[in-house]
């Protein structure tokens, strides 16, 4: 389907053309003055080092005054702000709220908005409120903690954000849980509004203020955040303005031959997927889920070099790249046909108000004209008008709700698939709308007998006010009803189009079949996953979730490991990052030959995973420009890790990082302090005593080489120190123990969690237990290769090959060239040729 340019009347046509005439002819004169050496100075403008700072809205809004007003009031302008009479929209008259035995009571004091709850010792206190965050459909609340008392007034300290929310709709108080956590959180849980996953400085900040600073202070653990603008203001989203500002007040044409207007450039000529690139980008880090890579991103930057996007991943999105978990709208626009045809977000959006532009299906069909009636009627959306199936977003852009209150639209632009859901499982708008109905239209009398029909699944309680989604994840954790229901839904939906369409109707090829292959870990995975790698016709964010599943085929399959291999040169920097990670080989100069050029490469995101993979190598290896480019793409990895300086996630991969390049005292350095940042996090602990275990093998080596040299003395003084190594390794195991097994209670379903238990139980001779924790691996995922794998190995570990061969059997058939495989299942046969021991 063709798509219109918006719609713009005959009579400001010729307006337009003209104004576009009077400045063509303008800057014909002004360069032809240029090259002639007059007036140069005035008209090139700008230095060659000017660099372009924050200088807030107040300068922008004697040129921009119409678009300051309707920024006004707009979610932009309301993201946060100083709880004020004006701000707070909660009910602080002394309201409650009960929650798993807590009593919250919101009151004012003094002028001042407080909250009595439960703090960060189990006790009630008063806290105040010192921010509000959002307006709509909720707002929430936050309390400063850690605040000296000389701590500049331009500066916030760590921020935390209540979990008792006000509804803005309703005109109620709410606690907003966690996902799929229906108890009283533990004040020592991360996800208690004290916790760090309530922590403004790390999780919400940098999207709901200008110019966000961070300034965590590793050595005292304090932060010191700034902004230049409380809320989202001009600069978020046209950059940083001082050079903007200084060439509007200049007696120039306004304009520089390189930096043109000198803000970024948010209206791209044309509707070409190239011309819109600047704007997607720019509201992309705001509305996507992303790691930071690297700090210092302003509009007009690529968004590749600041920010990885999450692929589509099975905890994140369905098969077919449907939302699942909160996504946000980028990873979804990404896949849609309408963003490879050159439309953004403001054909639809007005970018000061941030109000679509038009009320109902007008938004879509100001694009899709053809006439409107082609679309906008019930030759095209078979219902009745009025009725929810007769509005385009109903089946085009399905909903889901989040943060208890808050719908969010697919914004993939799809066709509803119910073949797909069929076949695979996968959501459909059509079964998304008819899954409460008894009858379904035009169902015939016989269909109330088929499994799933009837009023018996409608009943449950526990579907009371469930949405299509919630169906979805019960489904998934093997409700049989409720999986029979949705998959008699899904088959009449599919009958219909039958109906509507001809059993003969158009299904375009689409990439759920090798996502959900993979997720099912079939044996035809890696072809099919190739494939998609392969089509230059898919979404790339789904070629490259497909090159990260063929990390695990790479190995052993030839097709897959060209695959990646070809895909290193790919036109999108998302695909050559997953390649780049996936292409692991035990060959150190193919990986020198394969991803060398790609520390070179144009993007950020490339350079760094190169650079991960590449610094295992010895640096004998490289030479002169490979050399520099290896350093430059090491210290951009290493300063990806110190964006999450206050978490311990950072400290960790920098850790790893100084572990793979052979520097043991800075990667120790950097566990201690993720474990000092973040006590309770599970990594660090295991990755020292790892390095301690090492660390106290080369020493028994070299006292055994000073006692054959008969150096008792020296001898001696180094075995001195094994001793505190080993005791220390020791300690920091049983610590990660504990902690794993905190975090395999509170998430029993997490096989990779289950996997890592198992392993430490071996590791510290607990084998019964670590048993119990690799069966449950496995048995959660039955058909990944990883726990089948592992669990095979325990079996072998502990005596029992019988056990482990049928699942070395079935690993062959999903990975038929694994060395890894192969090797095991030689070790096994020999085992039981060799019989038990005497």
């Avoid at 996507?288 to 700090?295: F, H, L, P």
């Avoid at 109330?448 to 954790?477: F, I, M, T």
């Avoid at 610590?735 to 096989?751: F, Q």
Wanted: net charge negative; aromatic share 8%.
């Amino acid at each position: 389907m063709e798509l219109a340019p918006p719609s713009q009347s005959t009579e400001a046509q010729p307006r337009e053309l003209r104004r576009r005439l009077q400045i063509a002819a303008i800057l014909t004169i002004l360069s032809m003055l240029a090259a002639a050496g007059v007036w140069a100075d005035w008209y090139y403008g700008l230095p060659e080092d000017a660099q372009a700072t924050y200088v807030g809205r107040r300068s922008c809004i004697e040129c921009h005054a119409p678009e300051h007003a309707d920024w006004t009031g707009s979610h932009h302008d309301l993201a946060m702000d100083v709880a004020t009479d004006q701000s707070v929209l909660g009910d602080f008259s002394g309201a409650t709220l009960d929650h798993y035995g807590v009593t919250s009571r919101m009151f004012k004091r003094d002028g001042k908005f407080f909250i009595n709850t439960e703090g960060p010792d189990g006790q009630l206190a008063d806290f105040e409120i010192k921010y509000v965050f959002g307006v709509d459909p909720l707002q929430q609340y936050m309390v400063e903690f850690d605040r000296p008392a000389d701590m500049p007034a331009s500066e916030v300290a760590r921020l935390q954000v209540l979990r008792v929310s006000w509804d803005t709709k309703a005109k109620r108080w709410f606690h907003l849980d966690p996902p799929d956590v229906r108890e009283k959180l533990d004040p020592s849980d991360d996800l208690h509004w004290t916790g760090i996953a309530q922590r403004w400085n790390n999780m919400c900040a940098d999207c709901h203020s200008t110019n966000l600073q961070k300034n965590f202070d590793v050595a005292t653990l304090t932060y010191h955040t700034t902004w230049s603008e409380i809320d989202v203001s001009c600069e978020a989203c046209h950059g940083p303005g001082s050079l903007h500002v200084r060439l509007a007040k200049a007696p120039s044409p306004f304009w520089d031959r390189k930096r043109g207007y000198a803000l970024a450039s948010l209206k791209g000529q044309g509707t070409t997927f190239a011309a819109t690139q600047g704007q997607i980008q720019a509201c992309a880090p705001c509305h996507s889920r992303r790691r930071i890579i690297s700090g210092g991103y302003t509009a007009g930057c690529n968004y590749h070099d600041y920010f990885s996007n999450e692929l589509l991943t099975s905890t994140s999105y369905h098969a077919d790249g449907q939302i699942l978990d909160e996504v946000y709208e980028y990873g979804s626009f990404v896949q849609s046909k309408m963003y490879h045809k050159g439309i953004k977000c403001t054909d639809c959006h007005d970018p000061h108000t941030a109000r679509l532009k038009h009320e109902g299906n007008k938004v879509c069909t100001e694009c899709h004209q053809h006439s409107p009636g082609k679309y906008d009627g019930a030759i095209h959306h078979r219902h009745a008008d009025g009725k929810p199936g007769a509005l385009c977003v109903n089946c085009h852009m399905p909903q889901t709700t989040y943060m208890a209150v808050d719908p969010r639209r697919d914004h993939s632009f799809r066709v509803p698939r119910p073949d797909l859901s069929v076949q695979f499982g996968t959501p459909n708008a059509c079964t998304g709308c008819h899954l409460r109905d008894e009858r379904l239209p035009g169902e015939g009398a016989g269909a109330s007998q088929e499994p799933g029909a009837g009023s018996q699944v409608l009943a449950r309680a526990d579907l009371k006010n469930a949405e299509y989604a919630d169906w979805l994840r019960l489904a998934a954790r093997g409700d049989v009803e409720i999986k029979a229901h949705l998959a008699r839904v899904d088959r009449w939906a599919d009958a219909t189009y039958d109906k509507w369409y001809g059993k003969q109707r158009k299904r375009e090829p689409h990439f759920t079949e090798a996502l959900a292959t993979a997720r099912e870990h079939a044996g035809d995975a890696p072809q099919k996953l190739t494939a998609l790698l392969k089509n230059r016709d898919m979404p790339a964010i789904a070629r490259a979730t497909a090159a990260t599943e063929l990390a695990a085929y790479a190995a052993s399959d030839s097709s897959a490991f060209a695959a990646l291999g070809e895909s290193l040169d790919d036109r999108d920097a998302t695909v050559r990052a997953a390649a780049v990670t996936s292409l692991q080989s035990d060959d150190p100069q193919f990986l020198f030959r394969a991803i060398t050029k790609s520390l070179a490469d144009e993007r950020r995101i490339v350079r760094i995973e190169a650079a991960r993979s590449m610094a295992r190598l010895p640096t004998g290896d490289f030479r002169g420009p490979e050399r520099q480019a290896m350093q430059k793409a090491v210290d951009e990895a290493f300063a990806a890790g110190a964006v999450d300086n206050d978490r311990a996630g950072g400290h960790l991969v920098q850790g790893v990082l100084h572990e793979y390049l052979r520097k043991t005292e800075e990667a120790e350095s950097a566990y201690r302090t993720a474990m000092r940042v973040e006590p309770q996090s599970v990594g660090p602990r295991a990755n020292l005593s790892d390095l301690l275990d090492r660390r106290r093998t080369e020493i028994i080596q070299q006292v055994q080489q000073f006692a054959q040299a008969r150096n008792v003395e020296a001898a001696q003084e180094l075995l001195a120190q094994a001793g505190p190594l080993e005791d220390e390794a020791n300690r920091l195991r049983d610590a990660e123990l504990s902690l794993l097994e905190r975090d395999a209670l509170l998430l029993p379903d997490n096989a990779g969690l289950q996997r890592q238990l198992g392993f430490l139980r071996h590791l510290q001779g607990w084998h019964k237990e670590a048993g119990r924790s690799f069966e449950a691996a496995h048995r959660l995922e039955p058909r990944d290769p990883i726990f089948m794998y592992a669990l095979a190995i325990y079996f072998k570990d502990t005596g029992r090959p019988r056990d482990a061969l049928p699942l070395v059997q079935r690993l062959k058939q999903l990975q038929p060239n694994s060395t890894h495989v192969e090797r095991l299942e030689a070790e096994l046969k020999q085992f039981l040729r060799a019989g038990p021991a005497p």
